[in-house]
């Protein structure tokens, strides 16, 4: 799959590395990537996701994504509607967590950036490790890469770009497609502006 992935795509991939080695993180996840594509689209102009991404204002937005997405790795990956979820039951998730903190040091569950996937989501993938180096990708994160080749071959497109990652980032639900969403940036609104008028944008 990976030799389809447009020089953008693999940036964003090989991005995503670097910014779970710069937290620390014992292993890549979905929201790794996006912090990948909001600094791609920081950067550079020619990106199709980039282009998108600044059309919707995310890249203005990148330090409130960016805190959304640290708070909700706090919560050992939970996203905001799983804490409503909770809330409606009558358990209070920010108090388990203040109560494990205070017990277990700071960020304990966040797991060592591990998104909620687990060691075994983790470990899989050794043509990717081979590609992008020691890191190995969460289950969250193969899953965006799989999808991104479907939003890719569902276009009829035959290369998959930075633009499908996202593309696949609004779709897989959970933490950063929320985070996404909240922002502004959806699938639907992704359509609109990458593909306005059914054309290629």
Do not use: N
């Not at 980039?50 to 805190?67: H, K, M, N, Q, T």
């Not at 277990?104 to 591990?114: D, E, I, K, N, S």
Request: avoid cysteine.
């Amino acid at each position: 799959m990976f030799e389809r992935f447009t020089e953008d795509a693999r940036a964003v991939v090989l991005g995503a590395v670097e910014q779970a080695e710069r937290a620390g993180a014992a292993a890549v996840d979905d929201g790794h990537m996006l912090l990948a594509l909001l600094a791609q689209s920081a950067e550079e102009t020619g990106s199709r996701a980039a282009f998108a991404l600044r059309a919707l204002g995310a890249v203005d937005r990148r330090e409130p994504i960016e805190a959304d997405l640290a708070e909700a790795r706090r919560r050992g990956g939970l996203s905001q509607a799983d804490t409503e979820a909770l809330a409606g039951l009558g358990i209070d998730v920010d108090e388990i967590v203040s109560r494990v903190e205070e017990a277990h040091g700071a960020g304990v569950l966040a797991g060592g950036g591990r998104g909620g996937s687990g060691a075994g989501g983790a470990r899989r993938g050794r043509g990717l490790r081979a590609w992008t180096g020691h890191l190995p990708f969460t289950r969250d994160a193969k899953e965006v890469l799989t999808k991104s080749l479907r939003v890719a071959t569902a276009r009829r497109d035959r290369s998959i770009g930075a633009h499908h990652l996202l593309l696949a980032l609004t779709l897989r639900p959970g933490v950063t497609s929320e985070t996404l969403a909240a922002h502004g940036v959806t699938y639907g609104d992704l359509e609109r502006v990458l593909f306005a008028g059914g054309g290629e944008g």
